[in-house]
């Protein structure tokens, strides 16, 4: 059986609690990688909800927007697309120290501010 749509938006809140204690502890990839993980299982409710069935096993958070039909603004759909693209690699650094540079303690808040706005205009959109 399939996750309810408050399923999925429980487990994208929890991992946007995991975001925060990544970040606290300095462990900046590993909070990028968990708003990556928050935003899908929103999307997911979302997917979820409109579309009455079992969301695809997929990482690909434009995909899931364009299934969804979910009418962004421009500046939303852009974090998405960022976001998007940082999941391989924070899921597999081709190299540690490069990653751990890149995502410094002010790329990475800024990143996790963004996903915690994108969290709740996601949930705004999800009937209750």
């Not at 399923?7 to 300095?26: P, R, S």
């Not at 590993?30 to 929103?42: D, N, P, T």
């Not at 391989?88 to 081709?94: E, G």
């Not at 915690?116 to 949930?123: I, R, S, T, V």
Request: with cysteine.
């Amino acid at each position: 059986m399939s996750k309810s749509p408050q399923e999925w938006l429980k487990q994208a809140d929890y991992d946007m609690e995991t975001v925060e204690i990544m970040f606290d502890n300095k462990r900046h990839i590993y909070a990028v990688f968990m708003c990556h993980l928050s935003i899908g299982k929103a999307l997911k409710g979302l997917y979820t909800q409109k579309l009455n069935k079992t969301p695809p096993k997929t990482h690909n958070l434009i995909f899931l927007v364009e299934k969804i039909k979910l009418e962004l603004s421009e500046d939303l759909y852009d974090f998405i697309f960022t976001l998007n693209g940082v999941s391989v690699p924070t899921r597999y650094p081709d190299e540690l120290q490069k990653l751990q540079k890149d995502y410094n303690t002010a790329k990475t808040r800024v990143l996790l501010e963004k996903s915690k706005e994108a969290l709740k205009w996601l949930k705004a959109r999800l009937e209750r």
